[in-house]
């Protein structure tokens, strides 16, 4: 089973829709938890955070379930410039160590 | 912030050679460097973990004999791809955790190398 597991989408939207996407993780001992960016052939870009009480960033909503072992971002009023792909990222203690584990990302393309 | 420079941004090569990608912390100095591989569509996969003065720590399946990393000062890591085969052929990044921290501000991303083997 992948760590770290995404819709890939993608989701096509008008300009000023909402459009959320989930992903779940599959290691109980994750730490942290965040959404990064990548645009094609870029690397990816930190978003946000995912705090276990949910938070926000402008239009950009993160929520976390740690029951669930699952996290999600909701992006309102979307903009042609947040056509992107959204990575879901874990961060797993390994040993005395820590990685990032990135699922596959979700592809998101919002239209004029 | 803390940056990341990596080198270079594309290269095509041919079969057989060897490929040199580096990766430079600019303003910060980076004990951990993490070399990821991604292919078309699918995910960062974590190729291995170094650290400063130490040996790198491959994950399974990455063979540490064609995949040389060097992390000979806090502030360069260099992964060298050695007699490259077309199915090496990925966008490669480099990600710097800065001293002392896990969170989200610790870890900072190369721009990535778009290796080519023809």
């Known amino acids: 089973r992948k760590e770290v597991e995404q819709d890939p989408g993608p989701f096509n939207v008008p300009e000023g829709a909402t459009v959320a996407f989930n992903c779940t993780y599959s290691?109980?001992?994750?730490?942290?938890f965040f959404w990064y960016r990548q645009d094609c052939r870029k690397e990816p870009k930190l978003l946000m955070s995912?705090?276990?009480s949910g938070n926000e960033d402008g239009r950009f909503t993160a929520q976390l379930n740690r029951a669930s072992q699952y996290i999600s971002l909701l992006i309102r009023d979307s903009k042609l410039s947040d056509s992107a792909t959204y990575l879901c990222?874990?961060?797993?203690?390994?040993?005395?160590?820590?990685?990032?584990?990135f699922g596959a990302g979700t592809t998101v393309t919002v239209r004029a | 912030g803390a940056v990341v420079s990596q080198h270079p941004s594309w290269v095509i090569c041919k079969s057989g050679t060897s490929v040199k990608i580096e990766c430079r912390s600019l303003?910060?100095?980076?004990?951990?460097m993490f070399w990821y591989r991604q292919f078309p569509k699918q995910s960062l996969m974590l190729m291995a973990t170094?650290?400063?003065?130490?040996?790198?720590?491959?994950e399974q399946g990455v063979e540490k004999d064609k995949f040389l990393i060097n992390h000979a000062s806090l502030t360069l890591s260099t992964l060298t791809v050695t007699s490259a085969h077309p199915e090496d052929s990925s966008f490669y990044i480099c990600?710097?955790?800065?001293?002392?921290?896990?969170?989200?501000?610790?870890?900072?991303f190369g721009s990535g190398t778009r290796l080519t083997v023809v």
């Open positions: 990600s710097a955790r800065v001293l002392g921290g896990w969170a989200n501000y610790g870890y900072t």
């Open positions: 290691n109980s001992a994750s730490q942290s």
């Open positions: 995912v705090y276990s």
């Open positions: 990222v874990v961060n797993l203690p390994l040993g005395d160590d820590y990685k990032l584990s």
């Open positions: 303003d910060f100095q980076a004990t951990t």
């Open positions: 170094s650290n400063e003065g130490s040996k790198a720590t491959y």
